[in-house]
C-alpha cells in the first residue's frame, strides 16, 4: 500500500508554528473572503494561539486543517480543511486555499485527490463535499479536475457585499 498524505509531489501536514505567518496573509486578505464567511481581520495572536492549541482529533473537533507541502522544496503551497465531519454518516465538508504564488500548477487538485485517499483509507468515510461560488472558475476546475461532481446549485449563497449574493455550486464525491 502507497502511504498516506504523500504522493511524491506533494505531502500534507499538520499545521507548525511556521506556517503562521502564511495563515495570517490568507486570512486577512480581504479579496479572498467573499470565497469563505470571513468579515473581519484575523490578529497575529489568534492565529499563533490557534496552532498552539491545534487538535487533529477529528473525531473530537469535528475538523482537520493540512498544509500542502511540495516535497521537493518544502515550501507550503496552501492548504486543506476538512470540516462538518460527521462520523456517522461518514461524510464531511472540504474547502481548500492555494497560494497565489503556486496556483496553475495542478496543486489543489493533486491534494484534494491525496485528501480523498486518506478520508477513505483511514477515516472509512464515504463522501466528501464542496462548495464554489458560481464564479470562482478556479475552485471549479480544481474540484472538478479531483473528480468532485456539480450536484446542485444553490441560489443567493454567499454574501458579497451589502444586500448582494452569488449563487454557489454544491459539489460531491462519493466513493
Not at 507550503?76 to 481548500?96: K, T
Not at 477513505?120 to 470562482?136: C, D, P, T
Request: net charge negative; glycine share 6%.
Amino acid at each position: 500500500m502507497k502511504p498516506l498524505l504523500s504522493d511524491g509531489t506533494l505531502r500534507l501536514r499538520a499545521p507548525e508554528p511556521h506556517d503562521s505567518e502564511l495563515f495570517y496573509k490568507w486570512e486577512n486578505n480581504t479579496e479572498l473572503w467573499d470565497t469563505g464567511s470571513t468579515c473581519a481581520p484575523f490578529s497575529k495572536q489568534l492565529i499563533d494561539d490557534y496552532i498552539a492549541n491545534y487538535n487533529p482529533d477529528i473525531f473530537t473537533t469535528r475538523q482537520l486543517r493540512l498544509m500542502i507541502e511540495v516535497e521537493a522544496s518544502g515550501n507550503v503551497a496552501g492548504a486543506v480543511d476538512i470540516y462538518d465531519f460527521d462520523p456517522v454518516s461518514r461524510r464531511a465538508g472540504i474547502g481548500f486555499i492555494i497560494d497565489p504564488e503556486y496556483r496553475g500548477n495542478g496543486y489543489g487538485s493533486e491534494a484534494l485527490l491525496l485528501v480523498e485517499q486518506y478520508c477513505r483509507q483511514r477515516l472509512y468515510m464515504k463522501q466528501l463535499y464542496a462548495y464554489a461560488g458560481v464564479e470562482n472558475h478556479a475552485s471549479i476546475k480544481t474540484l472538478e479536475n479531483a473528480s468532485f461532481k456539480r450536484c446542485g446549485k444553490l441560489r443567493r449563497w454567499i454574501c458579497t457585499g451589502f444586500n448582494r449574493f452569488t449563487d454557489a455550486f454544491i459539489f460531491q464525491i462519493v466513493f
